[in-house]
């Protein structure tokens, strides 16, 4: 059995968080945005998600190549990520028509659920396009965030406060995921949910914690620990501001545009071609 790869396989804590963060979107979607629509902005939605179905499978497709070179090669990881994630900046910044912005919310946050289904642990836009192409190529992802957490709680020599951070971390994510969305649901499903966001200050002490137990020196590879670390500290204060988790999807893209740039530039180049010796004649090749 392979082992398991950031931005390709979601373990089981992985999976329910999507599976959650999906189910929850959808629930606020369905109840409030799709809710009271025309017939025609429906359709437009529709049309909008299906499109978009189609046009990532073509181009994972057609990426296939450049996402096969394995890690620290062509579009593997994040630059694949930041690039397939770039042009659903449309919908945030409010340019796309209802009808289209609709559809994107439900490409989305539909392809989340499908991730979580599938134990594809990659960008979840491309988790329909990866079943119907029977591919899992690696790309980076938000929701990577609790597949990195879920790394300190999977192996037997992962020490206390390395699983107690896991666990931590994981369950402040899953809050941020799960509950705003529905939150915002309207009528009494959704005022019990809003109840329960004064507690966000709780889900981000979670994170901050976990960022602190995982910097206690403990066996296994230092530099991952302190990665973890480093980045639940921060995505804990994130919380505190009410960024956490928007701020995920700006910093995979720019992240991921860097890091394809720098690949670019130090790409190595092929080997220079040495001119053939000329071939000294001798007895034996003489006529």
């Given amino acids: ?24 979107a959808l629930t606020q979607i369905v109840t409030t945005k799709a809710h009271g629509d025309s017939g025609g902005e429906l359709l437009a939605a529709a049309g909008t998600a299906l499109g978009l179905v189609l046009v990532y499978t073509a181009l994972l497709h057609l990426a296939g190549p450049l996402l096969r070179r394995g890690a620290g090669h062509g579009l593997s990881g994040w630059p694949g990520g930041g690039l397939f ?21 439900l490409f989305t946050e539909f392809s989340v659920l499908v991730a979580g289904l599938s134990g594809y642990g990659g960008l979840e836009l491309a ?21 990195l957490a879920e790394r300190g709680i999977r192996r037997r020599w992962h020490a206390t406060p390395e699983r107690l951070g896991g666990v931590l971390a994981v369950a402040g994510l899953a809050w941020f995921w799960v509950v705003p969305p529905l939150a915002a649901v309207r009528g009494g499903f959704g005022d019990a949910f809003d109840t329960l966001k004064p507690l966000n200050v709780v889900a981000c002490g979670a994170l901050v914690i976990a960022g602190v137990l995982l910097a206690v020196p403990a066996p296994g590879p230092a530099r991952l620990r302190r990665l973890r670390a480093a980045a639940f500290l921060l995505l804990g204060l994130a919380g505190t501001v009410g960024a956490l988790p928007d701020v995920l999807w700006p910093v995979l893209i720019a992240s991921g545009l860097v890091v ?14 040495l001119p053939a010796r000329p071939q000294v004649e001798t007895s034996s090749t003489a006529l």
């Fill in 1 to 24: 059995m392979r082992a398991p790869v950031i931005g390709r396989d979601a373990g089981p804590a992985g999976r329910l968080v999507r599976i959650a963060a999906g189910a929850a």
């Fill in 85 to 105: 994630l770039l042009p659903m900046l449309l919908y945030p910044i409010g340019v796309l028509p209802d009808g289209a912005a609709l559809g994107v919310a």
């Fill in 127 to 147: 988790a329909l396009p990866a079943l119907l192409l029977s591919r899992r190529p690696v790309l980076y992802s938000p929701f990577n965030a609790v597949d």
């Fill in 260 to 273: 394809g740039v720098r690949r670019l530039a130090t790409r190595p180049r092929p080997a220079p071609r």
